[in-house]
């Protein structure tokens, strides 16, 4: 039987975190760039220079410019599909609960941490209907949307899959509002929409 010489598992251990290290700065830098300056207006070699990687680097973690970008929004979606499933988990037994809770966490901040806008709406912006990154942002979107509809059928709302899709586009208004418009109310205005087209289909108390 054949054993790795001594060592030889702490240096692999050590390798592998290298690697893993080097990606998550490629993917950091490019989601930094690619929000901030557009995807079409940042180039590869930008890329490595920032993430402090050599072009080689990059390329064995990623196969062309689509692959970086599609980590990019799968990193974008992931994080949001953390805060819809955390939010579900941690208030399991109020769905009402959750929907506030998915208004107010745009607006704690003020929606600065989307201060350019949607980054999906973005990005699909820049591609034709058939590349990556239009398809991934559906995805997201797709998937947020539907855990909005079965938090309102939870409530027996009168209408959930309707409420649902317009609870997506107030959401994503209000995104494109924050970025471009001056509304110093935007809010109060975003969270009493939202409100209203979930409370006008719930069950009326007795």
């Known amino acids: 039987m054949n054993h790795p010489a001594p060592g030889a598992g702490t240096t692999q251990a050590a390798a592998a975190r290298r690697t893993s290290q080097a990606r998550e700065r490629i993917v950091q ?97 820049e591609f034709a209907s058939s590349h990556p990154a239009r398809v991934r942002a559906h995805e997201i979107r797709r998937w947020v949307t539907e855990r909005i509809e079965e938090l309102l059928r939870l409530l027996d709302h009168r209408d959930p899959r309707a409420t649902a899709e317009q609870l997506m586009m107030v959401r994503t208004g209000a995104v494109v509002s924050g970025a471009l418009d001056r509304n110093e109310r935007l809010n109060h205005d975003f969270v009493t929409c939202w409100d209203k087209l979930i409370d006008d289909g719930l069950p009326q108390a007795l």
């Open 29 to 125: 830098t490019a989601d930094r760039l690619f929000y901030n300056e557009g995807i079409h207006a940042v180039g590869i070699q930008r890329i490595v220079a920032e993430s402090a990687v050599t072009r080689v680097t990059l390329y064995r973690h990623f196969a062309s410019k689509d692959d970086l970008i599609d980590a990019y929004l799968e990193r974008r979606a992931q994080y949001d599909r953390d805060q819809v499933g955390g939010l579900i988990e941690a208030h399991r037994d109020d769905p009402r609960r959750v929907l506030t809770e998915l208004a107010t966490a745009l607006t704690r901040d003020d929606f600065a941490a989307v201060q350019r806008g949607c980054p999906f709406i973005n990005a699909s912006a």
